[in-house]
């Protein structure tokens, strides 16, 4: 059974940081692009870091500079380090499994509120 359990949300302040935290198993954690996105309430989910098998990542413009994805294949752990969190980055986050194949896998999601 596949699982990916994100973890490391939770209320911060304005200029703050987070870091979270995606543990998968039941895949080869190895050979899938990892990815976290965001869902803030009324609007589409979002992607805003990648990071591939290969390990080169991407980011959205939005958090470039301030946020960093890195991954631990020994422990099957995608984590994403945010700094100078905005309230606009108030959202439900999501690690995200993909191999470019059909088959993609979704965690449940970890709450960050970022207050003003």
């Known amino acids: 059974q596949v699982q990916l359990v994100e973890s490391g949300g939770g209320l911060v302040q304005a200029g703050g940081s987070l870091r979270l935290s995606c543990k998968a198993s039941g895949i080869i954690f190895s050979i899938y692009d990892m990815r976290w996105y965001h869902q803030a309430p009324g609007k589409q989910r979002e992607l805003v870091a990648t990071i591939t098998s290969g390990g080169t990542t991407n980011y959205a413009d939005s958090v470039k500079g301030r946020f960093t994805i890195s991954r631990d294949n020994a422990k099957n752990v995608v984590s994403l380090q945010m700094n100078s969190l905005q309230p606009d980055g108030t959202a439900v986050y999501y690690c995200?499994?993909?191999?470019?194949?059909?088959?993609?896998?979704w965690g449940r999601g970890t709450q960050v509120t970022i207050s003003s």
């Open positions: 995200n499994a993909y191999n470019g194949g059909i088959i993609e896998y």
